[in-house]
């Protein structure tokens, strides 16, 4: 079984997002980057299923500038065997972040896909759903454990009412909750070994596919500043303050 990985990399969770001074975005420029925290499961159950026998080869993918090779080697540190670059200079949507991961699948042919559930730049949750369409394949989204039985996939999943146990074939596409497992620290020997690992780069124009951008962004802001709050002295003056101040009960 071959797995593919689908990796991004995004402003480190622990920095303080900031916006630009012009408005167009948010910035990116001298501010740790990583690996899109749910894509750390991601990497972490392929090579859990390398470890166990189950995959004989795990490889990651990235859509982004040269400077992506560094959550490619990440990947690698922690035991993927090998990475694709696709080059692209400008951020793309999940729409064509997910034709051009169909094209890699196309070309790599790989049993399973995990990915992340969503990243945590623009949280937008779509990318595996619709990789999972446009391949025609099973999606298993937010999953939170898996087992695979030949050519059985078992997984589950949270849901409101509890935790969903579902079941579907190889070939599919699963995206990975924070839940699935404790992804392990790269060591210094295996950075090391990462190094010398195959990481092929490829220009997204070679793909010939449509990646222009459906959404216009007008202007980003920073949300507004949380006013200090009250301090009350017991329930009664709490309870006058929501009635006849705020007026929410
Ligand atoms: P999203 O739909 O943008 O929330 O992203 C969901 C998942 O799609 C991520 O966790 C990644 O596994 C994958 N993904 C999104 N963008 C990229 C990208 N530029 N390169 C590689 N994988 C990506």
Known sequence: MKVLVAVKRVVDYKVQIRVKSDNTGVETQNVKMSVNPPDENAIEEAVKLKE????????AVSIGDEKTQDVLRTSMAMGIDRSILVKSQNPLEP???AKTLKKIVEKENPDLVLMGKQAIDDDSNQTGQILSALLNWPQGCFISSLKIEGNKVLIS???DEGIENLETKLPAVLTCDLRLNTPRFASLPNIMKAKK???DMIDIDTL?????????TLKVIEPPKRKAGVMVNDVKELVEKLKYEAKVI
């Not at 166990?52 to 490889?59: D, F, R, V, W, Y």
């Not at 010939?208 to 216009?216: M, P, V, W």
């Open 208 to 216: 010939e596919i449509d990646t222009s951008t459906k959404i216009k």
């Open 157 to 159: 999943r949270e849901i």
């Open 197 to 199: 690992k195959p990481l």
């Open 95 to 97: 729409l064509a972040v």
């Open 52 to 59: 166990q026998g189950l995959a004989s080869e795990t490889i």
